[in-house]
């Protein structure tokens, strides 16, 4: 239904913005990529996500006080 995939895309696109590596989780989750795969703006988040330079997994706050 139009209104799922809207606000799926909706939640979605604020993970990116928060860091949310997108293009790993599609990989993991078939049924999310078959019902968004056609979608012009999941493509978009897809592009955002593996564009975006992130801090490799695991390095956000491991508790380390040193700069």
Not at 28 to 41: A, C, H, I, Y
């Amino acid at each position: 239904q139009r209104g799922d995939k809207d606000r799926a895309l909706e939640l979605l696109g604020r993970a990116v913005r928060a860091g949310y590596r997108l293009h790993e989780g599609v990989a993991k989750d078939p049924e999310l990529t078959r019902s968004l795969v056609g979608e012009p703006q999941f493509q978009e988040l897809l592009k955002r996500s593996r564009e975006k330079k992130l801090p490799p997994r695991g390095t956000v706050g491991t508790g380390s006080s040193s700069p």
